[in-house]
């Protein structure tokens, strides 16, 4: 595959670019310092292609320039890259980072898996005929946006969170270790593209910081030394036989044997041009006639290894009993990915090649499939441990090894049918080593060096030394250290050296002259790379220089003795190729971790995986959606319903805005505010409610940081949006109609970008709900009980206002079926029982207020009887109505009775009634007596019709008790009183202001429905009050107000959730530094135990006792001067410890008569609530547990007592 040129493309042409916070780099810390920052010089390089992609496809959506082809091959190219990338994060650096930080990873390994979609719409509208469609031009520019967006989201989420406590966490040789099992897991072939993309997309001096990372990172011997720094450079590998005999004959070498200072052996080989020829053509003679039936090798390899699997869970069946279970684990991992990536392989070489149109993808992906389901088999005896010895579970574990075996059989001799004899026919032997050759190259190094040992384990003498040859054949002249390193790892396949355990013979040792005669045995001891002349630094680090240092500076003193081949040690010693070393057991990772499949869309996304046992299994298996278990927490995801219902909205609808008129615009615009502000109020509940409880939890450390990242690019990506849409409402209103060319461009450019930004938000708000979905939903219901959940919710409900709830619960039922709209109503009323919600939401409300089941059986009847009852209370008793004037005495009594034995009757409500219906005669007589308001608009004849004004001098409208500019018709009386407060100090009874139904402007004198601004032409839209509740008919002019829909009162503040919260149990709304409190249920529906007055529509403000009583401000003030402890329960209204001490020292100073001194008296304490003794006093009597002097005498002993309790 091309490689884009790190500065090829387009300027960036009209796009908002993400937020990225500052690299870490930046600080002064370099990635030489911390090797793991050298993650941010990848992500920067990404970034780029991200941008020149997205330039692109802007400029071909709204110019129509550019090449379609080119942009396909830059953006394959990129999630090429970018998939490798995230692959090999998800196998090294998440694993360990989960061992030392819990609950991090996870998430940003979701993510991970939420990219592919992405990539795939892309590369389905780059199938289209995108030259000659403006509509999937611009859905390909918002597309590359949305792709852009999502991406660089993530990134700078890892660099914010992730990347600092990898360098906390890790000491500089852990980090180096980790970055390197990540190259180390990126397949062969793409590591040759991807470090030079990387070196190129970066400054100079960057780059070199990436040299001297590098330099501390990849192991010492220089051979890999060799091979990475000769790809980042995207140099030719220098032959290593030229580089390490350059002191010999050019025309000659001589196998010659020397001992270096620590006594290891290296061995050259003698050979003329001619003698080489000689050798590759006997070498000829030991191939196969057709190359590509290597491929045959890697069948029955796989089939063996299957096969002993299958054997060994037959055994396990049979004798009931999983001994070894982790090396079983290991086994079957290993042979997975063997599977994958020869799989990889076919798809990616061998079968484009062969037939474009064959594929066997799907097999493939069956294949993994099936793997996965095996794996998660054997994890469940690891979690189950002894209990496991079900037989049906044995027979299950048997039964998934045969059809495994049977699946790849199936599918080997389809392609051993279909593919090989087409290979064989259409390609010379070149070509078919040159696949096989790629084929190998597919695979990460850290997998070759575990393959390629068990692979030559498996064949013959004479077909590894085949595979030896093909590959060296196949392999460019400039590859040569790799296929030096790779031979290497073949060779250790062979015979395993006993007398150095952990060693293996070399291939070209006796293992391979039986057959080979002497002479074609010397000649092809070259293709080990143990034969070739080198002085052992393979195995033996060497000091660090310069790079031009490492790469020359070799030691070539081995060309002394000329003689003696028979007798070199080079057939028996051990080989000395250089080992990965990417085992490191400091790091506690496992360094063969599961391999993801890096198979192309469209398959790729949807197969399962294998994978890290961290993410792969457990967390696609944790949600499966929510089941029929109603649960309290519930209520905050069915948000997540409403919302990608408005995403999708707005992500579809911005595409039809280029051919909308302006009324449409209006309508998006409407509609994006509002989803804007209702997200910004469920993000906030998560971020000061749901996280903080998450987080409480010990187990629970970490998870939700990233939810909070994501709140905050969210919003960023709100207001970006909204950026836009001003832009193009300014562009409407400036410009007339007909639109000139330039305005129409400049509308087309900015119609653009709305709709790659709404594609945006959809694709990182939708994926960020799915993973809270995936990841927290869970956890509720595994470590919050129900009672718990039900405090959540009331605290979130509790910090809503009741303007943002009248905007919400519509705009989320709507989303929902009427069951679900049930259950979340249910949710919501049980977790507000004790207060005033049900009263507010019927006062509005028009959908469900019962549950109801979906069969349609109607609420329960205790339910229906309590809702009657009310009803006909509303309708019964309202006063004016004609019905009172057919009741007598008596029967007015009986219904004032009735009223009063009613239980279900709020004690205020019924207190309401009672006295309208005591006075409702005289109030009848009094609606009768006036003329209707419907006769006249003036206030003509209606008492108290003149303006009255809370400052006189300065004309100022309102009464001594709020500043408004209206005066309010009571129903009672039918009179015009300024506020209830008026009222009710000129009457004999009180008003209900929630009842009314008409105002009178104090400018006009004009009487109309009540509302917040006056009616009337001549006043011109006057304002009655700032603020205008039309529940509670309440208007003020002066204070900062808020009605909480708990309480169903206005009350003064900024609002819940700005100041104030409303405490469910308590029932009453509390400043938002006590949120922390002694809760006690409807504490404020109570009398003021001084002044009488009822607390919880008290105007004046109320002070908490420690003991969780309440009185008025003002009447504590006035208590206090003369007691201490409270009214209600006796206890002590503060800290009573400096007034303790005195009455301990006036006690101890006094001197009681002498027939008082041994009596004792038993007591109570008001404080500790315990019972004790206490000598003998008039009036102070101390508490021996407490020493609270609050007490009561419960008895008075005369006899003798002790002091002690």
Not at 19 to 41: K, M, N, Q
Not at 273 to 279: D, E, I, L, P
Not at 1075 to 1083: A, D, L, S
Request: proline share 4%; charged share 25%; aromatic share 10%.
């Amino acid at each position: 595959m091309a490689t884009p040129m790190a500065g090829e493309g387009p300027i960036a042409h009209a796009a908002i670019l993400p937020r990225s916070p500052p690299l870490p780099t930046a600080a002064g810390v370099s990635a030489a310092e911390a090797p793991v920052l050298i993650f941010v010089y990848f992500h920067k390089a990404i970034r780029a292609e991200l941008e020149r992609m997205r330039a692109a496809a802007v400029l071909l959506a709204t110019e129509r320039a550019g090449d379609v082809a080119a942009l396909e091959a830059r953006c394959r190219f990129l999630f090429s890259i970018y998939r490798h990338h995230c692959d090999a994060e998800d196998a090294v650096i998440f694993p360990a980072l989960d061992i030392r930080v819990k609950n991090v990873a996870g998430t940003y390994s979701l993510e991970h898996k939420g990219e592919n979609d992405l990539f795939a719409h892309l590369f389905a509208l780059l199938q289209l005929d995108v030259q000659n469609d403006d509509g999937i031009r611009r859905e390909l520019a918002s597309c590359t946006g949305a792709i852009q967006t999502f991406l660089t989201q993530h990134m700078s989420k890892e660099e914010e969170q992730v990347f600092p406590l990898l360098i906390k966490k890790f000491s500089h040789e852990e980090q180096a270790g980790l970055v390197w099992q990540f190259l180390c897991s990126i397949p062969v072939n793409m590591m040759a593209e991807f470090l030079p993309w990387l070196s190129a997309s970066v400054s100079p001096d960057e780059n070199q910081d990436i040299l001297d990372c590098l330099r501390k990172i990849v192991p010492e011997e220089k051979l890999l030394q060799e091979i990475i720094f000769s790809w980042i450079e995207g140099k030719s590998f220098r032959t290593i036989t030229q580089d390490f005999c350059s002191p010999c004959s050019k025309s000659s070498f001589r196998y010659e044997c020397s001992s270096d200072q620590s006594d290891k052996h290296v061995c050259s080989l003698e050979h003329s041009k001619v003698g080489k020829r000689k050798c590759s053509e006997s070498s000829h003679s030991q191939l196969a006639v057709h190359p590509i039936d290597e491929i045959l090798y890697w069948h029955n390899a796989i089939r063996s290894e299957l096969s002993d699997i299958a054997e060994e869970t037959r055994r396990i069946q049979q004798s009931g009993f999983f001994s070894g279970i982790s090396a079983f684990n290991t086994r079957l991992q290993f042979i997975a990915d063997v599977c994958i990536f020869h799989s990889i392989a076919e798809d990616q070489v061998i079968f484009p090649a062969v037939d474009g149109e064959l594929s066997f993808v799907q097999e493939h992906a069956e294949e993994e499939r099936r793997f996965n389901k095996f794996r998660c088999l054997i994890e469940q005896v690891q979690k189950a441990g002894a209990r496991s010895t079900a037989v049906d579970f044995y027979s299950e574990l048997c039964a998934q090894a045969d059809q495994i075996m049977q699946k790849i059989e199936r599918h080997f001799n389809d392609e051993e049918t279909k593919v090989l004899p087409e290979a064989r026919i259409n390609f010379s032997p070149e070509k078919q080593r040159e696949l096989l050759y790629r084929s190998l190259c597919v695979m990460p190094l850290k997998l070759l060096e575990r393959v390629l040992p068990w692979f030559t384990a498996k064949l013959r003498d004479e077909d590894a030394v085949s595979f030896l040859q093909n590959m060296r054949l196949a392999a460019p002249s400039s590859e040569t250290a790799l296929v030096t390193l790779l031979s290497g790892w073949a060779c250790k396949g062979r015979l395993e050296d006993t007398s150095n355990p952990g060693k293996f013979i070399c291939l070209t040792s006796g293992a391979m002259s039986p057959a080979l005669d002497g002479n074609e045995f010397k000649k092809c001891l070259s293709f080990c790379p143990c034969s070739i002349g080198y002085n052992g630094d393979f195995s033996r680090p060497v000091k660090r220089a310069s790079r031009a240092e490492s790469s020359t500076n070799i030691n070539r003193n081995h060309c002394l003795q000329s003689a003696d081949i028979e007798e070199s040690p080079c057939n028996n010693r051990p080989c000395c190729i250089p080992r990965l070393r990417v085992e490191s057991s400091y790091l506690c990772v496992n360094s063969f971790a599961s391999t993801k499949s890096f198979r192309s869309l469209p398959y790729n996304y949807s197969a399962p995986s294998l994978y890290s046992s961290l993410f792969s299994w457990e967390t696609d298996a944790s949600f499966s959606g929510p089941d029929n278990i109603s649960r309290p927490i519930d209520t905050i995801f069915k948000f997540h319903k409403a919302i990608r219902k408005d995403l999708e909205f707005l992500d579809v609808e911005s595409g039809k805005l280029i051919d909308e008129n302006e009324s449409c615009l209006r309508q998006f615009i409407g509609r994006f505010h509002l989803l804007w502000g209702l997200y910004r109020a469920h993000s906030n509940a998560e971020d000061e409610t749901v996280f903080p409880a998450l987080e409480s939890k010990e187990t629970l450390h970490n998870v939700s940081h990233s939810y909070t990242l994501d709140h905050k690019q969210e919003e960023e990506l709100f207001q970006d949006i909204s950026t836009v849409l001003s832009e193009i409402s300014q562009l409407h209103d400036a410009l007339g109609q007909p639109l000139d060319v330039e305005a129409v461009r400049k509308r087309n450019e900015l119609l653009t970008q709305l709709q790659g930004l709404c594609k945006s938000i959809r694709v990182t708000l939708s994926n960020h709900v799915h993973r809270e979905e995936l990841e927290l939903w869970p956890l509720f219901d595994k470590h919050f009980s129900v009672e718990e959940q039900d405090k959540i919710i009331g605290r979130i409900i509790g910090t809503t206002g009741a303007e943002v709830l009248q905007s919400m619960l519509p705009w989320v039922t709507s989303a929902l079926s009427l069951e679900e709209q049930n259950k979340m109503l249910d949710t919501w009323k049980q977790a507000t029982k004790n207060t005033m919600f049900d009263e507010w939401l019927n006062e509005w409300w028009k959908g469900p207020l019962t549950s109801s089941d979906p069969s349609g059986k109607a609420a329960p009847p205790e339910e229906s009887h309590f809702q009657e009852n009310l009803e006909q209370c509303d309708q019964m008793f309202r006063p004016g109505w004609k019905d009172i004037f057919r009741m007598n005495q008596s029967e007015l009594e009986a219904e004032i009775r009735k009223v009063s034995r009613d239980s279900t009757l709020d004690p205020r409500r019924k207190a309401y009634l009672i006295q309208n219906l005591m006075t409702s005669r005289w109030i009848a007589a009094q609606q009768k007596s006036q003329p209707s308001a419907e006769d006249h608009n003036r206030c003509t004849g209606i008492p108290g019709c003149v303006p009255s004004y809370r400052d006189p001098e300065k004309q100022i409208f309102g009464c001594e008790h709020y500043k408004r500019n209206c005066k309010l018709v009571a129903v009672c009386c039918n009179k015009l009183f300024t506020c209830r407060f008026c009222h009710d100090k000129a009457s004999d009874h009180t008003m209900e202001r929630k009842a009314t139904v008409e105002m009178m402007c104090m400018l006009c004198l004009n009487v109309q429905p009540v509302g917040p601004t006056c009616q009337t032409p001549s006043c011109n839209g006057l304002s009655m009050a700032k603020y205008y509740c039309s529940i509670c008919k309440f208007f003020d002019d002066e204070r900062s107000v808020y009605h909480c829909p708990f309480c169903n009162l206005c009350r003064l503040g900024n609002g819940l959730g700005a100041d104030f919260f409303h405490c469910m149990k308590c029932n009453c709304c509390l400043g938002m530094k006590l949120i922390e409190h002694k809760c006690r249920e409807k504490m404020l529906e109570m009398n003021c135990p001084i002044c009488c007055d009822f607390l919880f529509t008290s105007s004046a403000a109320v002070k908490g006792l420690p003991c969780g009583h309440f009185m008025h401000s003002a009447c504590f003030q006035a208590y206090t001067c003369t007691h201490y402890t409270c009214p209600i329960c006796s206890k002590s209204l503060g800290d009573m410890t400096v007034y303790f001490g005195m009455l301990d020292g006036l006690l101890a100073a006094e001197q009681l008569p002498e027939e008082y001194r041994d009596r004792c008296q038993d007591i109570l304490c008001n404080d500790c609530e315990r019972k004790g003794r206490s000598r003998f006093h008039w009036l102070y009597h101390k508490c021996g547990f407490c020493g609270s002097y609050n007490t009561r005498v419960i008895k008075t002993d005369t006899a003798e007592c002790s002091t002690s309790n």
